[in-house]
Structure formats: structure tokens, C-alpha cells
């Protein structure tokens, strides 16, 4: 009896373990470099996403989903659409928001922090934010799938965003998952499904 | 001497101006016999629900949206976190009648007036128990005026419906700022406006279902 449960602890805990594994080295260039070259090819990007809110107190996440649209270099958009339309909207240094229908802007030109978000969700969603010098980053191994974690090296940026984890597809080396951690009770979790790569994107789509 | 006693009776007419201007915020208010004593407020009461709301406010033109957040965590204190859309926390408070604390609050929403003003606004929209010293009424509510230290709090039930509509808080001459309720079956409030009288704040909270 015994030893079965000590198989059984030894098969659970194997199982775990078995669930984030680190890389070696040699698999984070193997996937960085998959990562890069799929990223690179990326144009635009749309996708359906939902948001999962999760505030250790509640009994249930808040759940947000909506469509994001991204053009390359830097054009992105949010748009929230369940259970309320909210849109917000990244273009040249400034912020377009559309809550309700209710229209506003904010310049963030000269915003530094502003301008890092930006910078950090286009790279969580394209993937391609595998940059030494932003973050100290971690590697693991997932069954089908592939999972970074980005902790900032800034201290304003930390005060935001404690930690970002980005889960891939292992075939397609696209983002699947972004996970938002501002401590270890509460994080904000977006899963994207229906990606669509490169098709036309007018620019005038990027408007509030 | 005639000059002076006109001025005299100037002065006096323009005293009597301000105080019946400045008049008590009752004034509009027929008294009435008291008919209860206490009075329980039904919203944020329910500890396992997630009461969670599209936030608006617009404070001296300027408009921030969000998620406003708010649950009872055990009998006295309610939690309370506002957030963007985007879900990145801005605030989290623990409030209860006798304590607050600050769990967290990003730097540039970090003011003592702010804290301050939000704390006194979240109070009263969470106060359940409201002990009653007075009663009014005007054509569509029964009025219930409940000491608050050195102010008062002024509750509107609709007459129509017994729906709790409206907090008033107030000094003895003034109006400091207004709750407004909208709810279908008085258990819950699907939407709320907090307006400042005396600062331009106001802020508005719609209730919404995760899908």
C-alpha cells in the first residue's frame, strides 16, 4: 500500500514537473529563432480575444472579449465588443478611445512608459519581444506548447507589470496566451483564438 | 441718522437673503411622523456576489473610464478595486465604517485628496445600517434624515415603489454630494451616480455580466 501511494506521489509530482519544463539552451535558440523568423513575416494580425480578469477575492474572473487588429509597425487595436464596446486604439504616439461611443484622445508622444506598453503588447502579441536588455526572460516546455516569462527590468514598467508570460503554439510559433501578472494573487489572462495572418487592413480601421 | 437706519435695514434684508438662501437643506421637505427607526441598505450586501461595474468619471472635465470592483469581504468591510479596461489595477481599497486602508494605488493617481474624497464617496455607497432621527416627505419619496457626525445623511425612498433611490450627504445649509440608484428589483443597483455638489466630480457606475 505504501509504495503505491509513494508511485502515485512520485507519478503526480513527475507529472507536474513534467507540465513546465525549463529548456536547454540550445531549444530557447531553436525557439526564439521559429519565434523571429514567424513574427517577422507578420504584417497584420487580427484575432478574437477573450479577457479574463482574475482578483484573488472574487468568486469569478471578469470575463471582456472582443477583436484586435494590429498592423505593421505599430498600428494596434483593442476592441471590446462583450458585454460592453470599447475601443482603444494605438497610433503615432497617441491613444483614440471609443467607450460607449463616446470619443477621446490622449497624446502619449512624449510618454516614455507609454510608448515601453506599447512596444511590450505589440510584442506580446506578435511574440517577438525577446529583448535582454527589457527583461530578464525564462523558458519552458509545455505539451504542444511553448511558454516565456518576462520580468521587467525597469522599475516603473515593474510597478505596472510584475511579470508577462507568453504561451506559444509549438508547430505555429504564435502567441496563444498573455498573461498579465501584477502580483502572484492577480493577473489579467488574454486568450487569442482565430488568428488571422497578413490579410489587407485598411489604416483608416485604426480611428476611434 | 435716517441714512443709517437704512442701511441698517439693507444689511438686514440681505442677512435675511443669505440665511433663507443658504436655508436648510429641508426646506422643500414636509415633516412627517417617523415610521422607523432604522433603515438597511439591500445593495453590496451580498457577500458572494461580484459586484462589478463600467466606471465613468469625469472629474474638473477630465474623463477616466474603468472597472470598478467591489466585494464584501466579511461582516464590516467591502473591497473595493478600480481597474482600466485592459484589467491593470489603479486602485485597491479595504473600506469599512471605521477603517480604510490602502492596498495599492499607482503614483499618479496617489493624492491625499483624491484617497480622501473617493474613501468618503465609497462609505456611504457601502453603509448598510442607517439609524433614523427624522422624517420628511415631498410628492414622491419618504424622506429619512440619519445623523453623520456633523452631517447628515438624507435617504430617498420612492413612495411608489419602497425602492431606495437617493443618499443625499449634507452640512446643515449644504448639499456635499448625491448617490442616485437605479434598481429593477431593489436588491441590486444596475446603476449608480455619485455627483459631487460642490467639486466637479462625478462618477458613474453601470453594472455589467460577464458572459
Given amino acids: ?208 | 441718522m435716517q441714512k443709517s437706519t437704512i442701511q441698517f435695514l439693507l444689511i438686514n434684508c440681505f442677512l435675511a437673503i443669505v440665511l433663507i438662501s443658504c436655508g436648510s437643506v429641508t426646506k422643500n421637505y414636509t415633516p412627517k411622523k417617523l415610521d422607523k427607526t432604522s433603515y438597511t441598505v439591500p445593495y453590496f450586501s451580498d457577500s458572494k456576489t461580484d459586484y462589478v461595474y463600467k466606471t465613468n468619471i469625469s472629474v474638473y472635465g477630465n474623463e477616466l473610464s474603468g472597472i470598478f470592483i467591489a466585494k464584501k469581504i466579511n461582516d464590516t468591510t467591502h473591497r473595493i478595486v478600480f481597474t482600466t479596461e485592459f484589467g491593470n489595477k489603479l486602485m485597491d481599497f479595504e473600506i469599512s465604517e471605521t477603517d480604510f486602508k490602502v492596498n495599492s494605488i499607482v503614483s499618479e493617481l496617489d493624492r491625499k485628496i483624491l484617497i480622501n474624497t473617493l474613501k468618503e464617496d465609497f462609505r456611504l455607497l457601502l453603509k448598510k445600517e442607517y439609524q433614523i432621527q427624522e422624517q420628511f416627505e415631498n410628492e414622491s419619496a419618504d424622506i429619512y434624515k440619519s445623523a453623520d457626525g456633523k452631517r447628515d445623511n438624507y435617504i430617498f425612498i420612492s413612495k411608489k415603489d419602497q425602492k431606495l433611490e437617493k443618499i443625499v450627504h449634507a452640512s446643515q445649509t449644504k448639499e456635499k454630494f448625491t448617490l442616485l440608484f437605479s434598481s429593477e428589483n431593489n436588491i441590486f443597483a444596475e446603476k449608480i451616480q455619485i455627483i459631487h455638489q460642490n467639486i466637479k466630480l462625478k462618477i458613474e457606475l453601470n453594472y455589467f455580466k460577464s458572459e
Fill in chain 1, 1 to 208: 500500500m505504501k509504495t503505491k501511494i509513494a508511485l502515485l506521489i512520485l507519478f503526480i509530482s513527475g507529472n507536474l514537473f513534467a507540465q513546465e519544463q525549463k529548456m536547454t539552451a540550445a531549444e530557447i535558440t531553436q525557439f526564439t529563432e521559429d519565434v523571429n523568423v514567424v513574427s517577422k513575416k507578420i504584417k497584420t494580425l487580427t484575432t478574437d480575444f477573450v479577457q479574463y480578469k482574475h482578483l484573488d477575492f472574487l468568486s469569478k474572473d471578469i470575463e471582456t472579449s472582443g477583436k484586435m487588429v494590429f498592423k505593421e509597425p505599430a498600428l494596434l487595436q483593442w476592441q471590446y465588443k462583450k458585454p460592453y464596446n470599447y475601443s482603444i486604439t494605438f497610433k503615432n504616439g497617441k491613444i483614440l478611445i471609443n467607450d460607449e461611443g463616446k470619443k477621446s484622445a490622449v497624446d502619449i508622444g512624449n510618454s516614455k512608459i507609454f510608448a515601453r506598453i506599447n512596444k511590450l503588447i505589440v510584442g506580446s502579441v506578435s511574440g517577438n519581444m525577446f529583448d535582454d536588455k527589457e527583461f530578464t526572460i525564462s523558458y519552458f516546455k509545455l505539451k504542444g506548447q511553448n511558454l516565456a516569462k518576462f520580468i521587467p527590468k525597469d522599475a516603473t514598467l515593474k510597478k505596472y507589470i510584475k511579470q508577462i508570460e507568453l504561451t506559444f503554439d509549438k508547430e505555429e510559433a504564435t502567441v496563444v496566451q498573455v498573461k498579465l501578472l501584477e502580483s502572484s494573487e492577480d493577473y489579467t489572462r488574454i486568450v487569442l483564438k482565430n488568428k488571422v495572418i497578413n490579410a489587407k487592413i485598411d489604416d483608416s480601421v485604426f480611428t476611434n
